[in-house]
């Protein structure tokens, strides 16, 4: 075994027990814009469930391609006017100016939001080759520059610990980050991964890079394995086996398959915690009660104001 395999056993058997958490960490909940009143409806149920827990932030993303500009300011807007929560906006570069972005950025600024999610974003056609606009951004860390100069957001950029699809090898995705870090981002956030191992190397790599920033996990409590297995070959994120195996069986039941989610994304975040990591953040795909259920094994409970609002 490597040196980092055997610490990664090290800190397996350090960690403590659910009972021992005590909700000593941050976290953070991703939301996508709804597209009908219905899920407008869901996603105001999820926020108003996950409120009380007191997120550090929560943002929202930008379909593929610019395609939700209109209704991811909306809902950032709406977060921001109804909650107290820091609300922080996605923002992709891909298929549009400089120009365009700067003024989006502007937009998002004169609105009182002091956070952009800043990405390179996908080109439109599923498995093609990016390529950047003419007049645009090249990639993200051109993007993070040029946000650099509309306003002092606060930025978070994307890592990928099992490296992103595009990289030649994951010494030039450490360089990648490194230069987006450079150009002014503050915290990278994780595609989703199952593996803390994976999570703990890349982490090494970064610090021995001289990345100092902190890299915050993004949990995706899963519930369905095949859709995720489609996604995932897409963006550089790895289904282990063991994850068919567990679900087996389990398409006509529900209930069970959630209590199996949680379970499994769970576990993975109190490793992550036996490995020092104090801040989560959780692709909650509009539905509260997986990420809820997760908070509250890793110790959180709703704030007091909060269980009085509701009370
Ligand atoms: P970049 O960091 O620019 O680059 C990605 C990879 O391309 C790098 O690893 C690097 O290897 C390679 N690369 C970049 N520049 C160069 C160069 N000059 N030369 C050689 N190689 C280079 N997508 C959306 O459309 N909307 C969202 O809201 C959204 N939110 C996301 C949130 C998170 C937390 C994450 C992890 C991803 C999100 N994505 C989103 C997906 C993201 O847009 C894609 O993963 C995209 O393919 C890469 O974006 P990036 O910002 O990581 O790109």
Not at 189 to 207: G, L
Not at 242 to 257: I, K, N, Q, S, V
Not at 275 to 289: D, I, K, P, Q
Request: proline content about 6%; overall charge negative.
């Amino acid at each position: 075994p490597t040196f980092s395999e055997l610490e990664e056993a090290r800190r397996a058997l350090d960690a403590p027990l659910f009972a021992d958490l005590a909700g000593d960490c941050a976290v953070s909940f991703e939301f996508f814009p709804p597209k009908t009143e219905k899920m407008e409806a869901q996603l105001w149920e999820a926020v108003s469930t996950l409120a009380p827990l007191a997120p550090q932030f929560v943002s929202v993303t930008y379909g593929a391609g610019g395609s939700t500009r209109e209704r991811t300011h909306a809902t950032v807007a709406r977060i921001a006017a109804e909650t107290s929560i820091p609300a922080a906006a996605h923002l992709t570069c891909v298929a549009a100016s400089r120009d365009e972005v700067d003024q989006i950025a502007r937009d998002y600024w004169a609105a009182g939001v002091r956070h952009i999610v800043a990405l390179r974003g996908d080109p439109p056609e599923t498995g093609g080759r990016f390529e950047a606009h003419p007049q645009g951004y090249r990639n993200a860390a051109d993007l993070v520059a040029g946000l650099r100069r509309v306003a002092p957001f606060e930025i978070s950029v994307a890592a990928y610990p099992e490296c992103h699809p595009d990289s030649a090898d994951p010494t030039a995705d450490i360089d990648n980050l490194k230069a987006k870090i450079d150009a002014g981002a503050t915290r990278a956030i994780t595609q989703f991964f199952f593996s803390p191992e994976a999570f703990f190397r890349f982490r090494d790599r970064a610090a021995a890079a001289g990345i100092d920033t902190e890299i915050v996990p993004g949990i995706l409590p899963v519930s369905n394995v095949a859709q995720t297995r489609k996604f995932a070959g897409l963006c550089g994120a790895a289904i282990p086996s063991w994850m068919d195996r567990l679900f087996e069986g389990l398409d006509t039941h529900p209930a069970a398959r959630q209590l199996v989610a949680a379970t499994v994304a769970a576990e993975l975040c109190r490793r992550l915690y036996a490995g020092g990591v104090r801040h989560f953040h959780f692709y909650t795909l509009n539905r509260a009660e997986l990420a809820y259920a997760i908070c509250h094994l890793l110790g959180l409970r709703p704030a007091a104001g909060a269980l009085e609002q509701a009370a």
